[in-house]
């Protein structure tokens, strides 16, 4: 059974950069059809995507965060990450990964998803 | 961005309710819509995708139905478990992948 686990710090000072790391277990990174996401949650609000990555590489981003965000892949490690730089206290969420079941010209779906991790952005 | 605007926001229901929440997209998304329940402090969970396929392991009383600008999703006969916040979203038209703003679903 595919599982996502997130790891990183809780606490981010404003202006600095939140790095955040995904690892996957039960599965491979490296299959096709699938892309790797982040999603966020500020506290009491809704659900905003933030970006996926391919294990080749590729990525698509939210244009709202496309200027501070960028996201890597380790395939060695079956892992992927995040880091969004320069942040401020609109940054502050619960933050997870999720697999995106993708092709060309057909729905795609996030599931499953991570636990979540939440980071505070906070001086 | 397509947005997606579920209604209602919130819902007072009983145990053995029939139960219908509505999510309504600002330009087609054909069928490529999903619903997701969400319990406090857990992740969201797949429940449909394609606007009417039941994720695998999701009770046959979970069911979806739409297609264009409108879709809804459906419990036929609430559950205790079933009390969570519901959210739509579309991946027709992306970047960027965009979801309702939640249907929180309450005991009466």
């Known amino acids: 059974q595919l599982q996502l686990q997130e790891s990183g710090p809780g606490l981010v000072k404003p202006s600095e950069t939140l790095s955040l790391t995904c690892t996957v277990s039960?599965?491979?990174?490296?299959?096709?059809?699938?892309?790797w996401a982040w999603i966020r949650q500020p506290p009491g609000k809704g659900l905003e995507w933030i970006g996926n990555?391919?294990?080749?590489?590729?990525?698509y981003y939210n244009p709202s965060l496309k200027s501070r965000v960028t996201l890597f892949v380790d395939t060695s490690k079956n892992q992927f990450s995040l880091k969004l730089y320069s942040v401020t206290a609109a940054d502050t969420a619960l933050y997870y990964c999720a697999r995106l079941k993708w092709e060309v010209l057909s729905p795609n779906w996030f599931d499953p998803w991570g636990q979540g991790t939440p980071v505070i952005v906070s001086s | 961005d397509v947005q997606l605007t579920q209604s209602p926001s919130s819902l007072s229901a009983s145990v053995g309710d029939r139960v219908t929440i509505t999510c309504r997209a600002s330009?087609?998304?054909?069928?490529?819509l999903n619903w997701y329940q969400q319990k406090p402090g857990k992740a969201p969970k797949l429940l449909i995708y394609a606007a009417s396929t039941l994720q695998s392991g999701v009770p046959s009383r979970f069911s979806g139905s739409g297609s264009g600008t409108d879709f809804t999703l459906t419990i036929s006969s609430l559950q205790p478990e079933d009390f969570a916040t519901y959210y739509c979203?579309?991946?027709?038209?992306?970047?960027?992948?965009?979801f309702g703003q939640g249907t929180k679903l309450e005991i009466k």
């Open positions: 979203q579309q991946s027709y038209n992306t970047p960027p992948y965009t």
């Open positions: 039960g599965g491979s990174i490296s299959s096709d059809n699938y892309y």
């Open positions: 990555i391919y294990y080749s590489g590729n990525t």
């Open positions: 330009q087609s998304v054909t069928s490529y």
